[in-house]
């Protein structure tokens, strides 16, 4: 069952790094993003898409995924 990440989209929003740049990094549409973020997506992240966004962005897994 995927979860929500609140604490991604406030980190997201805090630092003003729009949906739209993450998903493009992701290879998915804005939407698909949106959909994973609310926990409303079949799917959750991948390792390597939560590796991708924790190297650009230089945050820790265990504070935003886990």
């Known amino acids: 069952m ?6 991604l989209k406030g980190f ?3 630092k003003n790094i729009p949906q739209q740049e ?4 992701l290879g998915m549409s804005r939407n698909k993003l949106n959909l994973i973020l609310n ?6 992240f991948s390792v390597q898409e939560m590796r ?4 650009t962005y230089k ?8």
């Not at 993450?22 to 990094?25: I, K, P, R, Y």
């Not at 991708?52 to 190297?55: A, G, K, Q, S």
């Open 12 to 14: 997201l929003a805090e």
């Open 39 to 44: 926990g409303k997506r079949s799917r959750d």
């Open 52 to 55: 991708l966004i924790c190297e």
């Open 22 to 25: 993450v998903a493009t990094l």
């Open 2 to 7: 995927p979860k929500s990440y609140s604490k």
């Open 59 to 66: 945050i820790f897994p265990s504070d935003y995924f886990f």
